[in-house]
């Protein structure tokens, strides 16, 4: 079964490597940064590290990245369950991901404060993708967003009392509980999406 970890603006942290640990299950991690695939480093502040996904294409480019990947998997690993989760770009990015032909390709997307997804709310996913959202955020009204996606027939969820970031330790709007809560549905996720448990 592949996993693969889409990443915020920060890139491949210990953190994301913390994440991993917690879902107990071998996870390929994918950065927007070319230098950071393998190197763990991360910036020293959000607005650095998102003037350097800018620099290095931005959302187009780094959801390119994500589709090369999959279907390289998907060529190594024919007919294996792929379950893909993203964080902020990396969130954004599956979601255009998810309206291309490639997509069918992949059981499950989880996406968790993907905020450019505003901007692509006509798009039709062609993989299930459940979309969560931090009740604040400091460019839009996550709200009426996740409002308009529900009309639209898209499981979309407002988390309260959260901020963007909720899920890493290096964002302002990191919530610990919160993101105790989410690993523990994600580790769910994986065995009840591993290859035995569709068999069984």
Known sequence: MTVIIATDVFGNTPA????IRSLDHPCLIVSPHDDQDHSGIHYRSEQIAYQAFIAQGGLARYRDKLDRVIQKQQAEYR?????TIGFSAGASALW???ATENAHHIDQMVLFYGSRIRDYT????RCPARLIFAAREAAFDPL???QQLRQQGQPAELIANTTHGF?????GGFCVKTQALFLEELARLIRDTHPCALAA
């Open 16 to 19: 994301v490597a913390s994440l």
């Open 96 to 98: 255009l991901l998810a």
């Open 144 to 146: 009426a967003l996740t």
């Open 167 to 171: 899920m890493n330790p290096y964002s």
């Open 79 to 83: 007919n294996t369950p792929c379950v």
């Open 122 to 125: 006509h798009l039709q996913p």
